[in-house]
C-alpha cells in the first residue's frame, strides 16, 4: 500500500515536470485533470481505450465536477501547451508540432502518447 502511494507520487512529479516541458501553465483547472488522467493512464494503460466511458468520469467524480468540464478543461491545457509549448519536445514526443503545421493531438493521443512515454522512461519504482 505505502509503495503504491510512494510510486502514484513518483509518477505525479515525473508528470509535472514533463507537462512543463510542454508548456502546461499550471494555472489552468485543465492542468490538473491532466496530470490526473495521465498518472491514472500510466498506471493503467486500458484506460486509453476509455477516456469517456472510465477515465474521465472518475477525474469527474473526484474533482466535484461533471464530464464535460473536464474535457474542455483538459482540451483548453492541451490547445495552450500546443501554441505556446516548445516545438522541440512535441516533435520527440509526437513526430510533429504545431510549428511544422501540424493540428493539434486529440486529448486522447495526448494522454496516450505521455502515459506510455513514463511507462517506458519514467521512475516507476519506489524510491528507497
Known amino acids: 500500500m505505502v509503495t503504491e502511494n510512494l510510486t502514484q507520487a513518483q509518477i505525479e512529479r515525473y508528470v509535472s515536470e514533463f507537462m512543463l516541458e510542454l508548456g502546461v501553465p499550471a494555472h489552468l483547472r485543465g492542468y490538473y485533470y491532466l496530470r490526473e488522467a495521465i498518472v491514472l493512464t500510466a498506471l493503467d494503460m ?49 513526430g510533429y508540432s504545431a510549428a511544422s503545421g501540424a493540428v493539434r493531438p486529440t486529448n486522447s493521443e495526448y494522454i496516450a502518447r505521455i502515459a506510455d512515454r513514463i511507462r517506458m522512461d519514467g521512475p516507476l519504482e519506489p524510491e528507497a
Open 46 to 94: 486500458e484506460l486509453v481505450g476509455s477516456v469517456t466511458k472510465l477515465l474521465y468520469p472518475g477525474i469527474a467524480k473526484n474533482n466535484h465536477t461533471n464530464i464535460q468540464r473536464v474535457e474542455r478543461a483538459i482540451r483548453n491545457a492541451i490547445e495552450v501547451s500546443w501554441e505556446r509549448g516548445n516545438p522541440a519536445v512535441f516533435e520527440d514526443l509526437f
